[in-house]
């Protein structure tokens, strides 16, 4: 069984920084792409940022400068630090990560149960 579980979020003030963490345990073979969805009230779930196993990484063009996603393999971790924050950023933050369990296996997405992230303006 894979968990991915997520830290970091809280309240911060609009041009303030907080860095998120997703962490994968469990039957792990290898990971290939992990990233940070977000989910506002009332609207639909986004993409922030992904990162593949070889480093490349995207980003919504709404946080491109502002946020910067990174990795650690060793340790199945994803971080997203995120700078200058604004209230617009206001969100559910959701980890996502293609994992396969043994090496004939497919790979399989899993998710975080999200972090809540609130910029106050």
């Known amino acids: 069984q894979v968990q991915l579980v997520e830290s970091g979020g809280g309240l911060v003030q609009a041009g303030g920084s907080l860095r998120l963490s997703c962490t994968a345990s469990?039957?792990?073979?290898?990971?290939?792409?992990m990233g940070w969805y977000r989910q506002a009230p009332g609207k639909q779930r986004e993409l922030v940022a992904i990162?593949?196993?070889?480093?490349?990484?995207n980003y919504a063009d709404s946080v491109k400068g502002r946020f910067t996603i990174s990795r650690d393999n060793a340790k199945n971790t994803v971080s997203l630090q995120m700078n200058s924050l604004k209230p617009e950023d206001t969100a559910v933050y959701c980890c996502?990560?293609?994992?396969?369990?043994?090496?004939?296996?497919?790979?399989?997405?899993?998710w975080g149960q999200g972090t809540q992230v609130t910029v106050s303006s």
């Open positions: 996502k990560a293609q994992i396969r369990e043994r090496p004939w296996a497919r790979l399989s997405e899993y």
């Open positions: 469990g039957n792990i073979f290898n990971i290939n792409a």
């Open positions: 990162i593949i196993s070889g480093g490349s990484t």
